[in-house]
């Protein structure tokens, strides 16, 4: 029984406390370790989530309430100057206008005063009667021809409404005729009046235009700073008055919700605009119903919390890394009698002797085991390397096997072929044919070795496709397409033949058209791909599986080598791996493609040494293929 728990502590076998092992810790260690840390884990999440929380919340606080400071001193700046338009319209029509009679009293020389006034705020000054027609205007009295002020909306907003103050959108100044051409963006103030002409009494526009740069530069000072908030401005209607993005906005390019600005009864609103969540901060303007509002992105927010992100990282990080090294202190003093024994076998893999030092100064119980899994361990490793050798032996009894089959036929026909050139005088053809023979078996005796490179597969194909091309009397076309370096990569010999083999004798040799082969190597990755393609026949889904499929015996073709496809496929596999060897794809009438799978293998010395003594570390093939 005792001997049966410390053999499985060195198999693979799924025990139940080996399956245990993926739910629970195993040793005294690293249950405290896993202990504390879950522990510390949950405690520190809930601490980040917390706090993570309350910054998010409070930055938002704070950043909504800086804007809606922002705001409100745009908006101080903005009503101040309105209401320096306003006084200069109070004192035209109060001052003025209700004192004199302009039938008798000549009003342009007060408005000039008053253009004067407005340091430069002011385009223009009109009055107008009820008609249309124009009693006087400052700096420039010559209106256009064919203007219709009465179809003016700024007109028939002051008639139709005449107890308010009209502000309209901004516009060019298009009333008078300026010689300088010199014509600017302005809001007008329309406000209704009463004229008195000849003592009546009659209603009459006055119109002050105010310079709509005034205005925009006040918006640009409130959008001059480095984040993703913008502010604009608009009607109680929600039509645009400003916006940083107006051009982009006109042209179709960017959007803006500005159309349900006006249902928002709240200050400060929420929305989700175009699949970006954002905050609105609206702030009315005084005198015009127009909102000034700021865009606030979540992102922005997110982005002005960083610091304090990472402020808060910096410090669950160095609490988890104390607590981890607090952790790992406590374990190793509670676990310290067992960790060298533990450590050392689980480094001994592939080592025959484990040091008896490690277990020497442990405790007396420590001291037994690592006494018996050293003696076990060592059996174990006796036992595989005998395992693995009796292995060795029987792939390369195999192999050599397989790759000794030479079907008689084959040798007997290409002999015949060549008594038969030399008796019909054709010395060069068949002195060709004997080089193409002799070079045939040179690469397939290849000293006893069963690895070659790709460069010398590929010759020994090319030199039975030359005799098989003379044989039938260039009944068919060879193409080679090999990709650039392909040539200095392993692989294992004799693969490629009986696929041309199989090409020739079940592909195109009954074939009424000339027939086509084709061997198209290339790398991709990791791998090697050698494809090779015939447009004889074909076959079905069905037939090409079972090309593939068969008992452990070898199978050797009626006519060929010997070596067949389901051979081939067992050496690539045997050697490489499972998940190499050959594909096949075939379509009726269409013609076949079969397709050599094998790992990028540099074609060195100690490579083709590794693996023809299956030496060959497989977790360095990636690093040796990756010199093309």
């Known amino acids: 029984m005792k001997n049966k728990m410390i053999f499985d502590l060195n198999t693979n076998e799924s025990t139940p406390h080996k399956r245990a092992f993926f739910h629970a810790p195993r040793t005294i260690r690293s249950s405290i370790i896993f202990s504390y840390s879950v522990v510390s884990l949950v405690l520190l999440v809930t601490v980040t989530i917390m706090l993570s929380t309350i910054f998010n919340s409070r930055t938002r606080a704070m950043t909504i309430e800086a804007v809606q400071q922002a705001n409100a001193q745009t908006v101080v700046n903005i009503e101040d100057y309105l209401k320096s338009m306003r006084s200069i319209s109070d004192t035209m029509y109060y001052n003025v206008i209700k004192s004199k009679d302009i039938a008798i009293d000549s009003i342009e020389d007060d408005m000039d005063l008053l253009y004067a006034a407005g340091n430069g705020n002011l385009v223009s000054i009109a009055l107008y009667k009820e008609d249309g027609t124009l009693v006087a205007a400052s700096p420039i009295n010559t209106e256009k021809e064919n203007i219709k002020v009465t179809k003016q909306s700024w007109f028939k907003d002051a008639m139709e409404q005449a107890e308010n103050m009209h502000f309209s959108m901004p516009h060019v100044q298009n009333l008078f005729d300026d010689p300088s051409y010199n014509y600017q963006w302005v809001i007008s103030l329309s406000r209704a009046v009463e004229i008195t002409e000849n003592g009546h009494s009659q209603k009459g526009v006055l119109l002050v235009d105010m310079n709509y740069e005034s205005i925009e530069h006040l918006l640009d000072e409130a959008n001059n700073h480095n984040s993703a908030r913008y502010t604009y401005l608009c009607t109680e ?191 060069q053809e068949a002195v060709y044919m004997v080089t193409q023979l002799a070079q045939l078996f040179r690469i397939s005796l290849n000293r006893g070795k069963t690895m070659i490179s790709i460069e010398q597969e590929l010759k020994h194909a090319k030199a039975y496709l030359n005799i098989q091309k003379i044989r039938y009397k260039d009944a068919f076309e060879a193409i080679y397409d090999i990709e650039e370096g392909v040539e200095d990569y392993i692989i ?72 067949g496809l389901i051979n081939v496929h067992r050496r690539l596999k045997l050697r490489f791996g499972e998940q190499y060897g050959l594909h096949i794809k075939s379509e009726p009438d269409v013609g076949t493609t079969v397709t050599i799978h094998i790992p990028a293998i540099k074609c060195t010395l100690a490579n083709l040494s590794a693996l023809e003594n299956s030496t060959y570390n497989k977790e360095n093939t990636k690093n040796e293929s990756t010199d093309k």
């Not at 292995?391 to 008594?419: C, M, W």
Request: proline content about 3%; some cysteine; overall charge negative.
């Open 492 to 563: 294992v010999k004799i693969v490629i033949q009986p696929i041309l083999e199989n090409a020739i004798y079940h592909g195109i040799k009954e074939a009424e058209e000339d027939g086509i082969i084709r061997i198209h190597a290339y790398r991709r990755d990791d791998d090697i791909y050698i494809e090779v393609s015939d447009n004889g026949y074909g076959m079905n889904e069905e037939e090409c599986k079972a090309l593939l499929q068969g008992d452990e015996k070898p199978i050797t073709s009626k006519h060929g080598s010997g070596v």
């Open 237 to 427: 209607t929600g039509e645009l008055i400003d916006h940083p993005r107006q051009n982009q906005i006109n042209a179709g390019l960017v959007k803006e919700n500005n159309n349900k600005i006006t249902n928002y009864t709240s200050n400060v609103t929420s929305e989700t605009f175009e699949g970006e969540k954002r905050f609105n901060v609206i702030s009315p303007v005084a005198y015009t119903g127009w909102k000034l509002v700021s865009v606030i992105p979540d992102k922005a927010m997110r982005i002005s919390s960083d610091s304090t992100k990472y402020l808060l990282v910096m410090v669950v990080s160095l609490t988890a890394a104390a607590l981890l090294l607090v952790t790992q202190y406590i374990a190793n003093r509670i676990a310290r009698p067992i960790n060298n024994l533990n450590d050392a076998i689980a480094n001994s893999e592939g080592i025959k002797n484990i040091p008896n030092t490690i277990y020497q100064d442990s405790t007396v119980e420590v001291k037994i085991l690592g006494q018996t899994l050293h003696a076990y361990i060592n059996q174990i490793d006796r036992l595989m390397n005998a395992v693995v050798q009796e292995e060795e032996e029987k792939r390369k009894t195999e192999l050599d096997a397989l790759q000794g089959q030479i079907n008689p036929h084959f040798l007997y026909n290409t002999l015949d072929s060549i008594v038969w050139m030399i008796e019909g005088e054709k010395n």
